[in-house]
């Protein structure tokens, strides 16, 4: 099942062989730069889960407060385990009591290139330096390890801070996290915890068609077995309620993308 070693631990959280969860099988989109992503997770705690594209994995930290634009702010980013590419195209609802419980809003994405060459250098050294281009995010950002010799056991805590740029913004007011609508679908939380609205358009998966707006996906071992077996009892006396949530992941189509590689805008090869 392992795909890449470095997916280890996420797979051990999900239960990949009961439901098509994006596990890293899925054709992926080529593109000559980076991706990057943002999830607004309502989780046990609201986050913004933060992924880089990375050596085929999305590196990933959980951004407690979200990021912001103004460069006084240094937000807490807490690492955690590389995800498979696919998800970075995942919005919708993780059962609650499982890994991960929540609603999954895709909430910003684009390209993202970093300032040295050697990323993952870059990264084990606890300092990198990037420019993104999302439909949110701009300009230019820094990752930065925190180093604290009493807490040796917390080195999985990074501080995300917008760089002095013309994107920066002092007076921003938390204008750009009021912004609750999904980059790939146009829909609130509100509406992807109800399973409303339209489907997320795809970004990094090699396919035109879109996953169903009421994706639901089971991260816990066993309880996707136990949700089937909930949906066929239902389905004996309501069919048509229960059978609208019985999505159990949404696989979506291994058709490779005809267009090939997508166009990478232009800003971001200019150095903000
Ligand atoms: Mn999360």
């Given at each position: 099942m392992a795909i890449n070693s470095k997916l280890s631990p996420y797979q051990a959280k999900r239960d990949?062989?009961?439901?098509?969860?994006?596990?890293?099988?899925?054709?992926v989109a080529p593109s000559e730069v980076r991706r990057y992503?943002?999830?607004?997770?309502?989780?046990?705690?609201l986050h913004y889960d933060f992924c880089l594209e990375l050596d085929r994995v999305l590196k990933s930290w959980a951004v407690t407060k979200g990021p912001s634009i103004d460069p006084h702010d240094k937000r807490l980013s807490v690492e955690v385990e590389d995800?498979?590419?696919d998800y970075g195209d995942s919005e919708g609802t993780i059962p609650k009591g499982q890994y991960g419980g929540g609603s999954v809003q895709l909430w910003d994405r684009g390209y993202w290139l970093p300032e040295e060459r050697d990323s993952a250098a870059a990264l084990s050294k606890g300092e990198l330096k990037f420019v993104v281009e999302g439909e949110r995010l701009h300009g230019g950002w820094v990752l930065v390890r925190i180093?604290?010799?009493?807490?040796?056991?917390k080195k999985n805590n990074w501080l995300l801070i917008k760089h002095r740029d013309k994107i920066a913004r002092e007076d921003d007011g938390g204008a750009l996290l009021a912004a609750d609508r999904s980059v790939a679908s146009g829909r609130k939380m509100a509406d992807i915890a109800a399973g409303k609205g339209r489907s997320p358009k795809p970004f990094i998966l090699a396919t035109r068609h879109k996953t169903s707006p009421d994706a639901i996906w089971n991260s816990d071992r066993g309880s996707a077995a136990e949700l089937r077996a909930?949906?066929?009892t239902s389905a004996n006396s309501s069919p048509k309620t229960i059978r609208s949530k019985a999505v159990l992941g949404n696989a979506p189509s291994r058709r490779p993308?005809?267009?090939?590689?997508?166009?990478?805008?232009?800003r971001l090869n200019r150095r903000n």
């Amino acid at each position: 099942m392992a795909i890449n070693s470095k997916l280890s631990p996420y797979q051990a959280k999900r239960d990949f062989s009961r439901t098509a969860e994006p596990g890293g099988e899925n054709a992926v989109a080529p593109s000559e730069v980076r991706r990057y992503i943002i999830q607004k997770h309502a989780g046990t705690r609201l986050h913004y889960d933060f992924c880089l594209e990375l050596d085929r994995v999305l590196k990933s930290w959980a951004v407690t407060k979200g990021p912001s634009i103004d460069p006084h702010d240094k937000r807490l980013s807490v690492e955690v385990e590389d995800h498979p590419l696919d998800y970075g195209d995942s919005e919708g609802t993780i059962p609650k009591g499982q890994y991960g419980g929540g609603s999954v809003q895709l909430w910003d994405r684009g390209y993202w290139l970093p300032e040295e060459r050697d990323s993952a250098a870059a990264l084990s050294k606890g300092e990198l330096k990037f420019v993104v281009e999302g439909e949110r995010l701009h300009g230019g950002w820094v990752l930065v390890r925190i180093r604290n010799r009493r807490m040796v056991e917390k080195k999985n805590n990074w501080l995300l801070i917008k760089h002095r740029d013309k994107i920066a913004r002092e007076d921003d007011g938390g204008a750009l996290l009021a912004a609750d609508r999904s980059v790939a679908s146009g829909r609130k939380m509100a509406d992807i915890a109800a399973g409303k609205g339209r489907s997320p358009k795809p970004f990094i998966l090699a396919t035109r068609h879109k996953t169903s707006p009421d994706a639901i996906w089971n991260s816990d071992r066993g309880s996707a077995a136990e949700l089937r077996a909930a949906v066929v009892t239902s389905a004996n006396s309501s069919p048509k309620t229960i059978r609208s949530k019985a999505v159990l992941g949404n696989a979506p189509s291994r058709r490779p993308n005809p267009s090939g590689r997508r166009p990478v805008p232009k800003r971001l090869n200019r150095r903000n």
